[in-house]
């Protein structure tokens, strides 16, 4: 049973930095795609950044060039560096997987299991 638990969010001010982890279990992690996607107050669903299991990134626009999204399979964590955060990157986190999918397809796929989520909030 895939298990996803997020963490690390939290209140910075702009221009700040912050770091999420997502925990993993229930299934072959370093065989699947992984990825984050966020609800905020404008979008109920925006993808962040996906990773396949070799290791391929993407991203979406408004995060490209300050976040970066990494993994370690030897700890079954995914992880996304967020640095330069503004008001917009306020939202709630989701970490989500394809279960033994290793490839992302087209960005942003459709993810099959997710997290909680975890709340980041950037003030002015």
């Known amino acids: 049973q895939v298990h996803l638990v997020e963490s690390g969010g939290g209140s910075v001010q702009a221009g700040g930095s912050l770091r999420l982890s997502c925990a993993a279990s229930?299934?072959?992690?370093?065989?699947?795609?992984m990825g984050w996607f966020r609800r905020t107050p404008k979008k109920m669903r925006e993808g962040v950044a996906t990773i396949d299991m070799i290791g391929g990134t993407a991203y979406g626009d408004s995060v490209k060039g300050r976040f970066t999204i990494s993994k370690d399979n030897a700890e079954n964590t995914l992880y996304l560096q967020m640095n330069s955060l503004n008001p917009e990157d306020t939202g709630v986190y989701y970490c989500a997987t394809n279960a033994g999918y290793g490839f992302c397809g087209d960005f942003f796929p459709t993810f099959q299991d997710w997290g909680r989520g975890t709340q980041v909030t950037v003030s002015s």
């Open positions: 229930g299934y072959a992690f370093s065989k699947s795609c």
